[in-house]
DNA sequence: TCTGGGGTCCTAGGACCC
DNA sequence: TCTGGGGTCCTAGGACCC
């Protein structure tokens, strides 16, 4: 079972803003840039997926679109209710992305999946106050066939084997998971436009002309499972951060202020999964749209001589790397940083020419994480990460964040 | 004027080993 | 005239996902 909550964020802020029901809404990127959710009244005017937001100026304006900025701290938090009420309800969920979960349903009898399936869309609208689609199948790949027929109908669609080969015959290759625009672009000059031609190629040439994603692909189509259910999170292989800023930069401080804030949520995640990193790369970049103006763009990686997850040590290392690869004159858009070669906390190799992290510095980075968990994000943190904050991104009409700060509860007039 | 961010996996080719 | 065979590891680039 595949259950995807309805134009995500849309919900999310529908949720807390009820008037929003039954107006075109559309949620942007950061720096309110493009379009990454839309309500259906949205889709109806023509509102694609990804368009930039000054490009639609006049269907805005026109049709009197509301626009928000994203507010993930918001989305999370919502996700994870939704994802919360779905395990009490079921046990096997894998949650797959902010807004989808799979669910084994290995245990459940057929007759009692219709029930189960209603149920959980019920319990979500009442007490989450967020719409679903459910789609059930023999596979995740079939599942997600059926949910996107869920969404086009009644809101559940069981689909059988049988069924799915019929709907596959008329199913375009590039609604399928895991096919992309490339390889749609080859599959049509192939002749191939529908699933149903694709399942009746020989695995074969389909193995060899392309790679072994596309076969798994094919056979979960003909309803045997090669895609496995994944009930415990898996450790980030690399975690990193890269933004734009909401205006351009030339000054090589302001861009270290951003990096240094960027590495050190990266950090923060390291130190959850309980790893520490070993390589770091960091790259800046000016705006590749702006063909008028010089560009530049390069990157830097550094082998840490000793693995880390503290701020401190991750910090100096991305501004000596910025001082490195930064070269004035130019205006940039966008610095970035990856952290990666994760190694145990427990199973640090030290280095003969280096001094090893004190447990001074250790218990300072808990301690600070400790305050920041109590008293919110940011409430301590290195002076590096600084307070003008010109690099930070534009947020014309971000909604409050109603579930996860006291001071910006939702108000009610009784 | 204005164009997002964070991930995973696979493959080919190069470099190396005995 | 003729120049082996069987591997591993790493990386960049490509493709995909939400």
Not at 55 to 68: A, D, N, P, S, W
Request: hydrophobic share 40%.
């Amino acid at each position: 079972m595949l259950i995807d909550i309805n134009n995500c964020y849309v919900s999310f802020e529908r949720v807390f803003n009820p008037r929003l029901n039954g107006l075109p809404v559309v949620v942007a990127s950061n720096n309110d840039g493009c379009v990454v959710a839309r309500s259906n009244e949205a889709k109806a005017l023509g509102i694609r997926m990804g368009v930039p937001i000054f490009q639609i100026q006049e269907i805005i304006r026109k049709h009197k679109v509301q626009v928000y900025s994203s507010n993930y701290e918001l989305y999370a938090d919502m996700s994870a209710r939704v994802m919360q009420v779905i395990s009490s309800i079921v046990p096997e969920v894998e949650q797959y992305s902010i807004d989808e979960a799979f669910v084994d349903l290995k245990t459940y009898p057929d007759e009692m999946v219709p029930p189960l399936a209603r149920r959980l869309k019920e319990t979500l609208a009442q007490w989450i106050g967020v719409p679903v689609s459910i789609g059930v199948a023999s596979t995740k790949t079939l599942a997600k066939v059926a949910n996107r027929l869920a969404k086009k109908g009644p809101g559940i669609k069981i689909l059988s084997d049988l069924e799915a080969l019929a709907i596959l015959e008329k199913y375009p290759v590039e609604d399928l998971w895991g096919i992309g625009h490339r390889i749609t672009g080859r599959l049509n000059t192939m002749g191939i436009t529908y699933a149903g031609q694709l399942l009746r190629m020989p695995p074969a040439w389909i193995r060899k002309d392309f790679n072994v994603n596309i076969l798994r692909l094919v056979t979960e189509l003909k309803g045997s499972p090669c895609i496995s259910l994944e009930l415990e999170a898996a450790k980030r292989k690399g975690i990193g951060s890269a933004k734009s800023f909401g205006k351009p930069l030339s000054v090589l401080s302001q861009i270290q202020e951003a990096a240094s804030n960027y590495v050190a949520a990266c950090a923060s995640k390291l130190r959850t999964q309980k790893e520490r990193a070993t390589i770091l790369n960091v790259f800046i970049q000016t705006n590749y749209f702006s063909a008028s103006s010089p560009q530049y763009s390069n990157s830097i990686q550094v082998c840490l001589p000793v693995a880390s997850n503290l701020d401190a040590v991750l910090i100096r290392e991305v501004n000596a790397a910025l001082r490195k690869i930064f070269r004035p004159g130019y205006a940039y858009k966008r610095v970035g940083v990856l952290l990666t070669g994760f190694v145990p906390e427990s199973q640090v190799n030290l280095n003969l020419f280096c001094t090893p992290e004190t447990a001074a510095a250790t218990s300072a980075q808990t301690v600070m994480d400790k305050l920041n968990e109590r008293m919110g994000r940011g409430t301590v943190r290195s002076a590096a990460q600084g307070f003008k904050k010109e690099w930070k991104m534009i947020q014309r009409k971000v909604s409050p964040r109603y579930t996860t700060q006291l001071s910006e509860l939702i108000r009610v007039k009784v």
